[in-house]
């Protein structure tokens, strides 16, 4: 069964400094990726997609990710966050075979002034 | 503005009621999609539909029914049976209807439900 993993639930920075959310995915013949973002509540808003193409992906709000195939991992990373990025972020996969959307567990990100 | 609007924000429903939530979009999308989100579960798939008047079960459908009359409506309705209703509700909707997700989903802003 396909699924989308998202190693940590919390991470903490500091303000400015870099940042890292970590996502694997299950392999599959075709898989498409995608990040979202979640302020409290609200919905989620897209951040940057891959369908195809160039490997590395670039997003809204300074965020980008890197497609790497042979280690089935998506991370999302910002070289210098602000606090204005404090949310929960959802890494998720769309499959052929699937016909749906699966997400991840989500990680929180809380900045430190 | 086009979007996604689900109502009512926060709705509190006593044990043994059935309540509905809104969700509709003037997107022209063909898909629409309601999620349940729960602290550190992420978002569960209750109810999918590609097109009008056809709708399938998700992950978690149990105690949940849906319908699908119009292309921009898609309510939910939590019913009695649903053991554990309360939680933040997602509608979202993708131009994509064909099988193979490779659409980008656009989600209203949620409805939070309190069961009291």
């Known amino acids: 069964a396909q699924s989308v993993t998202q190693l940590d639930s919390q991470v903490p920075v500091f303000e400015e400094a870099p940042v890292e959310l970590r996502c694997n995915y299950s392999s599959s013949v075709s898989v498409y990726l995608f990040w979202y973002v979640q302020y409290p509540n609200q919905g989620l808003q897209l951040l940057l997609k891959?369908?195809?193409?160039?490997?590395l992906v670039k997003g809204i709000n300074g965020f980008e990710a890197e497609f790497n195939k042979s280690q089935t991992s998506f991370h999302l990373r910002k070289p210098s966050v602000h606090i204005s990025d404090t949310a929960e972020y959802f890494c998720?996969?769309?499959?052929?075979?699937?016909?749906?959307?699966?997400f991840g567990s989500g990680t929180r990100l809380s900045i430190r002034p | 503005d086009g979007g996604i609007t689900q109502s009512p924000k926060y709705l509190f429903r006593k044990e043994g009621q059935n309540v509905t939530l809104s969700c509709e979009q003037n997107?022209?999308?063909?898909?629409m999609y309601w999620y349940r989100q729960d602290p550190g579960q992420g978002l569960r798939l209750i109810y999918y539909?590609?097109?009008?008047?056809?709708?399938q079960k998700g992950d978690i459908a149990e105690g949940y029914s849906v319908s699908r009359e119009k292309k921009e409506s898609f309510p939910l309705t939590v019913t009695s049976a649903q053991k554990n209703p309360t939680a933040f509700y997602l509608c979202?909707?993708?131009?994509?209807?064909?099988?193979?997700?490779?659409?980008?989903?656009?989600f209203g802003e949620g409805s939070r439900l309190t069961v009291l």
């Open positions: 539909s590609q097109i009008v008047n056809d709708f």
């Open positions: 891959y369908l195809s193409g160039s490997t």
């Open positions: 997107l022209n999308h063909d898909a």
């Open positions: 998720a996969g769309g499959y052929s075979s699937a016909s749906k959307i699966i």
């Open positions: 979202a909707s993708s131009i994509d209807a064909a099988g193979g997700g490779t659409g980008e989903l656009f």
